[in-house]
């Protein structure tokens, strides 16, 4: 399930993944701006375009439940009319809390890549038990580190 460190041999999943998370680090950048915890959150299809883009609001909608992802799946799910998102990858500046991870795997993502490890409240899926529920549809979870180039 999680890959560990972002090594792609394919080229064109490369190419989105770059620009998917310097998305994402422009939706933080804009959370940033407005005091909040910097989060940005992107979701791609499969042919690289952008569907949605959010960031962290939880500070001004006063609510938990204004995180980046959960803002991005709301917009991508009203504009695309469909709550299954398995041929979509969502790009997000740091690696999802329980709450975000539940309604990702909910979503039937088919991919997650994350630009930072989150030690304090980041879900790792492998740590926990799904019930066999969706063991054939959990995302696919990549980290991405950023390489110097």
Same mark, same amino acid.
């Given at each position: 399930?999680?890959?560990?460190?972002?090594?792609? $041999?394919?080229?064109?999943? %490369?190419?989105?993944?770059? %620009? @998917?998370?310097?998305? *994402?680090?422009?939706? /933080? @950048?804009?959370?940033?701006? =407005? $005091?909040? !915890?910097?989060?940005?959150?992107?979701?791609?299809?499969?042919?690289?375009?952008?569907?949605?883009? *959010? #960031?962290?609001?939880?500070?001004?909608?006063?609510? &938990?439940? *204004?995180?980046?992802?959960?803002?991005?799946?709301?917009? !991508?799910?009203?504009?695309?009319?469909?709550?299954? +998102?398995?041929? =979509?990858?969502? #790009?997000?500046?740091?690696?999802?809390?329980?709450?975000?991870? @539940? *309604?990702?795997? +909910?979503?039937?993502? @088919?991919?997650? !890549? #994350?630009? /930072?490890?989150?030690? +304090?409240?980041? =879900?790792?899926?492998?740590?926990?038990?799904?019930?066999?529920? #969706?063991?054939?549809?959990?995302?696919?979870?990549?980290? &991405?580190?950023?390489?110097?180039?």
């Amino acid at each position: 399930m999680v890959k560990g460190f972002f090594v792609s $041999d394919d080229i064109k999943n %490369f190419k989105f993944d770059d %620009f @998917g998370m310097k998305h *994402a680090l422009k939706q /933080a @950048g804009k959370a940033f701006a =407005c $005091d909040e !915890v910097p989060i940005g959150a992107v979701i791609l299809n499969k042919d690289g375009k952008i569907i949605a883009r *959010a #960031y962290n609001q939880v500070e001004k909608k006063h609510t &938990q439940l *204004a995180h980046a992802e959960l803002q991005v799946l709301h917009k !991508v799910t009203k504009k695309l009319e469909r709550w299954r +998102l398995n041929d =979509c990858t969502l #790009y997000v500046t740091l690696q999802p809390c329980i709450m975000c991870m @539940g *309604a990702l795997i +909910l979503s039937r993502i @088919g991919r997650i !890549v #994350y630009a /930072a490890n989150s030690p +304090l409240f980041g =879900c790792n899926v492998d740590k926990y038990e799904w019930f066999g529920i #969706y063991k054939d549809s959990l995302p696919l979870i990549e980290f &991405q580190e950023k390489m110097n180039r």
